[in-house]
């Protein structure tokens, strides 16, 4: 059975890959890694003579939690463009072995 990748044109496939690119891209720069480094910044050991009180661990949780959503919404996007670019070598492959028949 096809898949609705394998139904598009090069150029159709391409152009979804690029625009899957960019969202992980955007999704990694404003998403995961403010959320990666907020979670660093609550797990650090804090200085008792602090005026902040302590960071509870529903907040590390939460936090925890966040990350490892984002991650997962990473992988999904990341498995997706796999699929795109699989594809797209094999067109590409196939483009290639037809040519090598032609004068």
């Known amino acids: 059975m096809n898949s609705p990748i394998d139904q598009l044109t090069p150029r159709e496939k391409l152009r979804d ?29 804090q200085d008792p003579a602090s005026d902040q009180p302590p960071v509870t661990d529903l907040t590390i949780r939460s ?23 699989i594809s797209i070598q094999h067109d590409v492959s196939e483009l290639l072995r037809r040519g090598e028949g032609k004068p």
């Not at 890959?17 to 910044?41: M, S």
């Not at 959503?69 to 796999?82: F, H, M, P, V």
């Open 17 to 45: 890959a690029a625009h899957l690119l960019r969202e992980l891209a955007e999704h990694l720069e404003q998403g995961f890694v403010p959320k990666v480094h907020e979670l660093k910044k609550l797990s650090r050991q």
């Open 63 to 85: 936090s925890v939690a966040a990350v490892v959503e984002s991650d997962r919404y990473s992988a999904g996007l990341t498995q997706n463009i796999e699929h795109y670019l």
